[in-house]
């Protein structure tokens, strides 16, 4: 008898994807089946030079979300100047490949212009957000599945009342720089789903729990106040040191007040931090994996979660290569396709939770 290994190995491979891989169905057709969506943070330029890179996310994704482009600072990098180019390319990528497309993200303390902290002060602060809304929502008006409005609004630890973040918005207008850029996106692009996004929400401490509760809080006052809210999306950037503090019954319910709200949710930023594990590779991805699915079939649990986005696809290009290396160098191994884009047990973990789902 044929090694089943061996025998899909002899398979020539259709579209370049290798041919072991066909055996099983690519993730977007396992998320369409279950009415869901699977995507990945996208690199530029990447995704137009690396024709492996863009090869793989057209089969595995029916999601696409920009990882840096939209951030102020790149497509907006002057006062008067947008840059469009980057997402232009990556919008037609999508729609070439039948994908939807997020946008991330209108307003956020970090890659912000450098222009910005000249300009802006509290009588043109306004203004300066809603050009900035109106001009970058209104390009693909029509064309966006959904916006990450405001991004990390909230750190409990900066002590403000209500648990904002002091950001350089929350500076100049204090927390209602919030409701005016949802409802400045609303204005620029009417079809698209508006999403308030944090981190930091995932585990059954106390940390977790604090955060969970000022963001509860905020959405729960947005939706009081009518401010045009669509959906909440959760970063998930999990790591397997802080493991044992997640309870998937504590998860169920953060989602579960979060969809009481009508609210659509999202899985954003999902990826695994692999430091804690030993460099042995079998043994690491099993426990990246572990994680994921333990993660995501709580997560899936509650019928508002409607997309599940990896940050990045590949272990060969993702953020935590700089941020959490290996202390033995060893390359790290956080997200679903391995350098070679080879399917890892991650992928399958999540391949399993969506189908864990049922149809
Ligand atoms: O992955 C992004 C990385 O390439 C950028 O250098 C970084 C800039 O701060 O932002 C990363 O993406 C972040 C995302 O936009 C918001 N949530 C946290 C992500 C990881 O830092």
Redesign the pocket.
Known sequence: MIERRSFLAALPAAAGIGAAAQAERPLREVAAQRGMWFGA?ASWPLLRDDEVYARHFAAECNMLVP??VL?MQVVHPEPERYVFIPWDFLASFCQKHGMKMRG??LVWH??MAPWFQRVATRENARRLLEEHIRTVAGHYRGKIESWDVV??AIDVKDGVAGGYRKTPWFELLGSEYIDFAFRAAREADPEAGLVYND?GLDYADEGSAAKQEAVLRLLRGMRERKVPLDGFGT?A?LNVASREKFRPEALRKFLGEVAALGLKIYVT?LDVIDQALPDDVEARDHGVAEFYEAYLSAALDVKAVTAVLT?GLTDRYT?LARRNARPSGAPIRPLPLDREYQRKPAWRAIARAMEGRGA
């Open positions: 943070a990882e840096n951030k991330h993200t970090q890659q991004n990390e981190y970063q950037h930023e940050w953020w």
